[in-house]
């Protein structure tokens, strides 16, 4: 069986000041080449810690890596000066960030941010592969785009944008922190689809944060389920959901069932019989 491309093992993550604190415990996994896993859990799980830990770039100062290993490729990342962190960093392992009002500049245009993020190319390749990035991503009239500042864009726009940045130097694995927030029922489908169009495209393994379990079925190969900074569970997407061992697990998963009758009512209420 082939190794996995990335391996964390046992890590812990805590606030820097308090030696007992303990926002995520011994997380453990395995990431293999062009799969996807799913860490998934309601606000305050400890998903998204667990995904910048593989970076040991965090929301916060604050935070740090208390104990564990981080493998990619066989060479513990968590032992690596950050100089050679930084050459890993948005060429090997990229992120898509869930705040695409953050991620984005407002005072520079989308083609200087994309180029920005472009590494080892001329100028003028930089604006050809820019160009060409936000058509990969489905971006209407990518030249016209890159012009633009993102005010004035829509949020599934700058979302894609964010996607493109990330995908600029062909990276090996990509994370996706809730790559769907805060957008509508039929943009998160596109940015979804561009997400599983991009990781077979360029063969990429991925790790997607998320809250909700439907994004899950449909894109993940396996799932990480974590509560209150553990894992619950970790399986298989089809045994997850076909048959999950976890009263928490369980718990998510009935509470998506109860919304898709909710939703089939809706949809029903003003039908005529």
């Known amino acids: ?106 005072l520079l245009t989308i083609g200087l941010q994309l180029k920005e993020a472009i590494f080892g190319r001329t100028s003028k390749e930089k604006e050809t592969l820019a160009e060409y990035l936000l058509h990969k991503v489905k971006v209407p009239e990518p030249k016209k785009r890159l012009s633009c500042y993102p005010h004035e864009l829509s949020g599934g726009t700058k979302q894609r944008i964010l996607i493109a940045m990330a995908i600029a130097n062909n990276p090996k694995i990509l994370i996706a922190d809730e790559p769907t927030t805060a957008l509508d029922v039929t943009i998160q489908a596109q940015i979804l689809e ?13 790790i997607l944060v998320t809250h909700d379990l439907k994004i899950v079925r449909s894109i993940a190969d396996s799932v990480l389920v974590m509560h209150k900074g553990k894992i619950v569970e970790q399986e298989q997407t089809n045994d997850i959901f076909l048959q999950p061992k976890h009263p928490y697990t369980q718990s998510l998963l009935q509470s998506v069932a109860d919304l898709e009758c909710f939703e089939s009512i809706e949809e029903n209420r003003y039908k005529v019989i």
């Open 194 to 206: 561009v997400l599983y169009e991009l990781k077979e495209e360029y063969k990429m393994s991925m």
């Open 1 to 106: 069986m082939k190794k996995p491309i990335l391996q964390m093992k046992n890590v812990s993550i805590g606030l820097k000041k308090e030696k007992n604190s303990h926002l995520v415990r011994d997380v453990s996994f395995d990431l293999y080449e062009k799969k996807t896993l799913a860490l998934v859990g309601e606000s305050g799980s400890g998903k998204t810690l667990t995904a910048s830990s593989i970076m040991n770039v965090f929301p916060s100062n604050q935070i740090i890596i208390q104990s564990g290993n981080i493998f990619f490729e066989g060479e513990d990342l968590l032992q690596k000066p950050e100089k050679e962190l930084n050459e890993i960093r948005g060429k090997q392992i990229a992120f898509v960030m869930q705040n695409h009002q953050m991620a984005l500049n407002p």
